[in-house]
């Protein structure tokens, strides 16, 4: 049986963002697939004990935003420590990439390209007109689908993907499962590459 990433995040995450394009080089190189699963972090948060950011203490909050300015540095990708659209209601966004992955898109590259428009370029991401101008870009039609997908089934498949986080132990975003492995946090992607590289050579670490 093939192995599957399950790649569960958030968009309000800039972790998750700092991340996106670096998993997509790592699957690629090991040919294997991501399942794309935006969560409600706060619900997450709400089951394993973390603390929403706005409850962290300010000497977390200000060293937070020296390790995004830090990691932005370090993997040349401009990031907005605090946008002026943060926290964001990342619904509407969170929806529509479930709503690619489950039509056949590139539900990756999608939700790195939302998540550039919130972490890079400042914009709304619960702005409807901002999603649809960031779909088409890659060649993907928003308008369809809303269409296509329903609120209703849309909002159910953002709770089951909540519940498989939860089921796997995820506790925060960005998570990697692989073949029911966790690895938490963007800087652990070198570790999931060196498993799958593992697996590839046939060695166990």
Do not use: C
Not at 73 to 80: E, K, Q
Not at 85 to 98: R, S, Y
């Amino acid at each position: 049986m093939q192995s599957v990433i399950e790649y569960f995040f958030a968009l309000n995450s800039p972790w998750s963002y700092l991340g996106s394009a670096k998993l997509a080089v790592i699957a690629a190189r090991h040919g294997v697939p991501v399942a794309v699963r935006p969560t409600k972090l706060g619900a997450v948060f709400a089951e394993t004990g973390g603390v929403p950011l706005a409850k962290r203490s300010a000497e977390r909050q200000a060293y937070r935003l020296l390790e995004l300015q830090r990691w932005s540095r370090y993997l040349d990708l401009p990031l907005i420590p605090e946008p002026s659209h943060f926290p964001v209601d990342e619904t509407h966004a969170a929806h529509l990439v479930i709503a690619a992955e489950s039509a056949g898109f590139d539900a990756l590259r999608l939700a790195t390209a939302i998540g550039g428009a919130l972490w890079n370029r400042n914009q709304d991401i619960a702005d409807w007109a901002v999603l649809d101008e960031t779909a088409l870009e890659l060649g993907i039609d928003a308008e369809d689908l809303r269409r296509r997908f329903s609120v209703e089934e849309l909002s159910e498949m953002h709770d089951a993907n909540t519940r498989a986080a939860l089921a796997k132990g995820v506790f925060g975003a960005p998570s990697y499962v692989l073949n029911g492995e966790l690895f938490w946090g963007q800087d652990r992607l070198e570790f999931l590459d060196r498993k799958l590289e593992a697996r590839k050579n046939g060695s166990v670490r």
